[in-house]
């Protein structure tokens, strides 16, 4: 409404009007004492007032590679590993403790598990734990059982050896009669006494060896099904190991953590924000099954459709970049670099080829189901020209004008015939009337237009060059 309003009012604007007030009440006087009236003029004036109720915007003039430049239509989509999930390890009842869209960073509470399964595994590791200590105490038994023996078995020996010596100085000696037939024979029964114990005790040591390695073996065992249990409470709980035998500092009989923990509870892996919520508070949730998913925004890729006629061109693409819509607010040359990738899959009845890039950095614009545009710079002999947004320009009869904000008065404009040459459908390049770093009227070009239009000044039979010079036709 303010826009129609203010139409009117610009027609009733002087085209000179960046002339101060002076100026303009000395050429009223002087066209009514019947002097000559002022020179035709290409600028409007566009004061802070007009252009925030026509809601004037600008565009400022881009180095561009049109010729070459392939945009097709697409839109932003999460990355596939921008997606976590948070389910059930075992059954039990759910508690949730966060909300759907919530913002969560990493070690964040998601939901407790209140599961008989855990009890069980629970109830595994203390008859573990128990029966792995008994049996290291029954190894540790055998240490001192194995020292004795040895210690009696080379007493033994040692005992032979001397009581077998001891037998034949004796036998030696019997010729002479110094020995008698009862030392020797008391002698020899001593030594066969003396062998005699000796094989029992290596036959109890092998006993004892076997029973040793028994017991070995039951530790072994113990241990390794001990640790596998950590193992699952590790993945169940999502602990590490080392963490779940620690002793608790708040068990007063110095528990190890894993027999504290009565509930199991997740927690966030990462940053982001949560998407889903698979059960409600309070259910009952079998193994594997969903409770909530987070996604992070930010990990965004882009999917567009290109045309296959235009796969060899896509193929050695030299550059890509991402455009953002066309919507008020958004500047329209804040476009994003991206990687190009070709998908692996076509559509023959569309004859199309999906495209996905990948931005090198984020924009607030940037969102799952926004629409925007890819530029694709492919390979070429067309080089880089000056260019202004296609919506820029608008038709005046037959020709086509844009309006150039003037560099030395930013509250005025410079209506220009556009001398245009191609276009990619967004951006055209002008051959003429432009420089770097100069802006165009985009928003409220059609109302500049209506205003020098109903003037007189497109009617007057002549041409205005980009200098402002006005010619007449002859």
């Not at 006494?193 to 000796?198: I, Q």
């Not at 199991?264 to 924000?273: D, K, N, Y």
């Not at 890819?374 to 000056?386: D, F, H, I, P, R």
Request: charged share 25%; hydrophobic share 40%; with cysteine.
């Amino acid at each position: 409404m303010k826009r129609n309003l203010m139409i009117p009012y610009l027609l009733m604007i002087p085209l000179g009007l960046g002339c101060d007030n002076e100026k303009h009440s000395a050429s009223s006087a002087a066209e009514s004492a019947g002097g000559a009236p002022d020179a035709p003029t290409n600028r409007v004036a566009i004061p802070p007032t007009v252009r925030e109720n026509l809601g004037i915007t600008f565009a400022r003039v881009e180095v561009r590679e049109v010729a070459r430049t392939i945009r097709v239509p697409g839109s932003f989509e999460l990355s596939p590993e921008a997606r976590r999930e948070y389910r059930t390890m075992a059954s039990g009842r759910v508690e949730l403790k966060v909300a759907q869209f919530a913002t969560v960073q990493a070690g964040t509470p998601l939901f407790s598990l209140d599961s008989p399964d855990w009890r069980e595994l629970q109830q595994g590791l203390n008859e573990t734990e128990l029966n792995l200590e008994q049996a290291q105490a029954s190894a540790n038994a055998m240490g001192p059982l194995r020292a004795a023996h040895k210690q009696h078995h080379a007493e033994l020996e040692q005992a032979v050896a001397i009581w077998t010596e001891r037998v034949e100085q004796l036998e030696a000696s019997r010729s002479t009669g110094v020995v008698s037939d009862e030392d020797f024979a008391r002698a020899r029964a001593t030594l066969a006494t003396t062998r005699s114990e000796l094989a029992e005790v290596l036959e109890s040591e092998a006993e004892l060896r076997l029973r040793q390695a028994q017991v070995e073996a039951e530790l072994n065992a113990h241990r390794e099904r001990f640790e596998l249990l950590l193992v699952n409470a590790s993945s169940l709980l999502s602990i590490p190991v080392e963490n779940l035998i620690e002793r608790s500092p708040d068990s007063p009989q110095q528990h190890p953590r894993w027999r504290e923990i009565r509930r199991i509870e997740v927690r966030a892996e990462s940053t982001g924000v949560v998407e889903l919520l698979g059960v409600t508070n309070g259910a009952w949730a079998n193994e594997s099954q969903l409770v909530l998913s987070t996604v992070q925004p930010d990990q965004l890729r882009f999917r567009a459709m290109g045309m296959q006629a235009d796969l060899p061109k896509l193929a050695n693409a030299a550059s890509a970049r991402i455009a953002p819509p066309r919507t008020t607010g958004l500047k329209i040359g804040d476009s994003v670099a991206a990687e190009l990738q070709l998908g692996l899959d076509a559509h023959p009845d569309n004859r199309t080829i999906t495209l996905i890039a990948k931005p090198a950095e984020n924009r607030p614009w940037m969102r799952p189901g926004v629409s925007a545009f890819l530029e694709v710079v492919t390979e070429g002999t067309g080089g880089k020209v000056l260019a202004i947004p296609r919506s820029a320009i608008v038709k005046d009869g037959i020709t086509h004008v844009f309006f150039r904000r003037d560099p030395e008065n930013p509250n005025q404009a410079i209506r220009i015939e556009a001398d245009m040459g191609v276009d990619d459908g967004r951006w055209v390049a002008i051959h003429s009337g432009l420089m770097r770093d100069n802006e165009v009227v985009l928003d409220g070009a059609y109302e500049l237009k209506l205003a020098t239009a109903q003037s007189g000044t497109s009617q007057k039979g002549g041409h205005f060059h980009a200098d402002g010079a006005f010619h007449d036709e002859h």
